[in-house]
Nanobody, 124 residues
Framework: QVQLVESGGGLVQAGGSLRLSCAASGRTISGYDMGWFRQAPGAEREFVAAITWNGGFTYIADSVKGRFTISRDNPKNTVYLQMNSLKPEDTAVYYC?????????????????WGQGTQVTVSS
């Protein structure tokens, strides 16, 4: 079993930056593809970004492309989401997810393990 804990969320003004972290425990995630999703109030959970097990390839949603970057540090068992030029529409709970099957997926069904989420609020 893998446990994921997100951190780094908070309140920020539009145009600001935040860096989210996802720390894994229970077992190493070095062989897992990892993803970030977000869910705004009243909306479905949506894909934000994904990264392959070795960090060699990333997939970024069009809505955040050019502003968000996903990265990982396997020795630290941690994945990051750097968010720049934040907009009020980025306000959501952000979730980290792990996929042991290496699908680099963009749907929630392709991820087996999930964190509890961290709130990001962007004020205008």
């Amino acid at each position: 079993q893998v446990q994921l804990v997100e951190s780094g969320g908070g309140l920020v003004q539009a145009g600001g930056s935040l860096r989210l972290s996802c720390a894994a425990s229970g077992r190493t995630i070095s062989g897992y593809d990892m993803g970030w999703f977000r869910q705004a109030p009243g909306a479905e959970r949506e894909f934000v970004a994904a990264i392959t097990w070795n960090g060699g390839f990333t997939y970024i949603a069009d809505s955040v492309k050019g502003r968000f970057t996903i990265s990982r540090d396997n020795p630290k068992n941690t994945v990051y989401l750097q968010m720049n030029s934040l907009k009020p529409e980025d306000t959501a709970v952000y979730y980290c997810a792990a996929d042991p099957a290496g699908r680099l997926g963009r749907t929630i069904n392709e991820y087996d393990y999930w964190g509890q989420g961290t709130q990001v609020t962007v004020s205008s």
